[in-house]
């Protein structure tokens, strides 16, 4: 059953202000794609002091939260999109943890958990798609404990396809090359989403509050190629390894970051 939050706090989470004019709703990966192992093995690469409280913002269908939650003695996943957390709380059902995992239903309001309850908060691409990045990092701030970490990701600007798409007038196909390059102004005009480049999390993430440890990029990981041949041949011989030093062949920067 999904829990809900009811909470009528701060209703300036769900303000228009800084946002895109036509954000699109974020798709979570499915589960057994690279892209979620990357992650996880990113994440549990960076994490000092497993264990805790794992709060999983925008977590969807959960496919992620559940390769995260078996480090955490407690994890609670959050989204505003019901039907994605119907598949989640299926997921949790047979994961045999379903005592240490909760999906919460939020509703676009700050999630409804006490001040300082979290050890570790992570986010997956899904700054790009709120309507208000400050209050989300303000609040995953609030809730995570002092010397709390939280490890997010966000598209990366320098990846040659937009990975969210655009909406450009005349052309079918939204995943044009290089439009993810175009100045801020031309791109957050198309685009479904905002994306970022290295030194843009960075200000947002210091502006909120927390002290940045560390940002990289994670390696493209080449799911939406259809032919399996074709998948496996590049990812071998250009996409190998979780991380890469070179901006044009990652889709997400990853930030570190302690409250």
């Known amino acids: 059953m999904i829990a809900k939050d009811d909470s009528d706090l701060n209703l300036e989470f769900d303000s228009p202000r800084n946002s895109v004019p036509h954000l699109a709703a974020g ?3 499915d589960a057994g794609q690279l892209i979620l192992h990357r992650r996880a093995r990113l994440v549990e690469a960076v994490l000092e002091r497993p264990g805790g409280h794992l709060l999983d913002f925008g977590c969807g269908n959960g496919a992620q939260t559940l390769l995260l939650a078996p480090a955490f003695e407690r994890t609670t996943g959050v989204d505003i999109n019901e039907e994605f957390l119907e598949g989640f709380v299926q997921a949790i059902g047979t994961s045999g943890n379903s005592e240490k995992i909760k999906a919460v239903a939020t509703h ?41 970490r939280l490890i997010l990701s966000v598209p990366n600007r320098w990846w040659i396809f937009e990975t969210h798409g655009a909406d450009l007038p005349l052309l079918p ?48 990981p080449m799911d939406m190629i259809p032919w399996t041949g074709v998948r496996h041949l590049v990812r071998r011989l250009i996409f190998r390894g979780d991380r890469t030093s070179s901006p044009f062949l990652a889709t997400e920067i990853f930030l570190v970051a302690t409250r």
Do not use: C
Request: hydrophobic letters at 45%.
């Open 173 to 220: 196909w939204n995943r044009v090359p290089f439009v993810s390059w175009w100045p801020k102004v031309l791109h957050d005009r198309w685009a479904r989403a905002r994306i970022y480049r290295r030194a843009d999390i960075i200000r947002l993430a210091e502006a909120a509050g927390f002290q940045v440890d560390e940002v990289f990029h994670m390696t493209a």
């Open 27 to 29: 798709v979570p990966a």
């Open 108 to 148: 676009g309001q700050p999630v409804d958990l006490p001040d300082g309850s979290v050890d570790v908060a992570t986010s997956f691409t899904v700054l790009e798609h709120v309507p208000d990045e400050m209050a989300v990092l303000k609040d995953l701030h609030r809730l995570l404990k002092p010397g709390g």
